[in-house]
């Protein structure tokens, strides 16, 4: 079974809509993400948690929230849905180790369509 | 100028053939890199870590020059297996790991 799993896989839905993208872990990561991938451009960060009370936005979070409700889930909404928000969603984990960055472990992605 | 750059490809080449990806980064303060593999439609998963002193793993060699602020990664004798995009990857501090757009590669027997 994956370590890191993304529900829904494949999601289309109407503009105003309210999305709910979940992601649940077996690694007993601390660390938790959430990016967005769009052709020609790079993984980007929605929102980072690096435990459960801890909630940090990242480079694009706008029209996006998120919800840690345990170490092994985390939730990313989009609470009224646009087009330009259509694109490839991924989790992702990561462990913790002072002084040092280390492998982040992703899901399979959820593809997000906004009509 | 984004963070970091990589040539987009695609590149083609055939079964055996060498080839090398390039990447700059923008941060002088960077602290750690990485090469990350992304199949199609697939989550990108971590293929190796790049140091200062070169590294390699079988058929795959990274190097990182920090003066010029700049990474490679060098593949031999390549595989139809070995077809995937390439994520130049850079940690620059905190939370900041910074995705490279990526280098699509195409091996053809």
Redesign the interface.
């Known amino acids: 079974d994956a370590d890191v799993t993304q529900t829904p896989r494949n999601r289309i839905t109407k503009t105003g809509k309210r999305i709910m993208l979940e992601c649940s872990q077996t690694k007993g990561h601390d660390r938790m993400y959430w990016y967005r991938q769009d052709p020609g451009l790079g993984l980007r960060l929605i929102y980072y948690s690096f435990d459960v009370k801890d909630i940090n936005k990242g480079e694009i979070s706008d029209g996006y929230s998120v919800s840690r409700q345990a170490q092994a889930k985390f939730s990313l909404s989009l609470e009224s849905a646009i087009p330009n928000q259509t694109a490839l969603y991924f989790c992702a984990t990561s462990d913790r180790l002072a002084g040092e960055v280390n492998e982040q472990f992703f899901g399979p992605g959820t593809r997000l369509t906004v009509l | 100028r ?1 963070e ?1 750059e990589q040539d ?1 490809g695609p590149f083609n080449v055939p079964e055996g053939a060498t080839v090398a990806f390039n990447c700059t980064y923008s941060n002088s303060a960077s ?2 890199f ?1 090469w990350y593999r992304q199949d199609c ?6 293929l190796m870590s790049v140091y200062s002193s070169g590294n390699e793993d079988g058929r795959f060699t990274a190097q990182l020059n920090r003066a010029s602020q700049y990474i490679s990664l060098l593949i031999r004798d390549s595989k139809l297996s070995d077809s995937a995009t390439y ?1 130049c990857v850079v ?1 620059t501090g905190g ?8 280098t699509r590669l195409f091996v053809k027997a």
């Open positions: 984004k970091v987009p602290q750690s990485f439609r697939k989550e990108p998963k971590l994520l940690y939370f900041k790991t910074i995705f490279g757009a990526g």
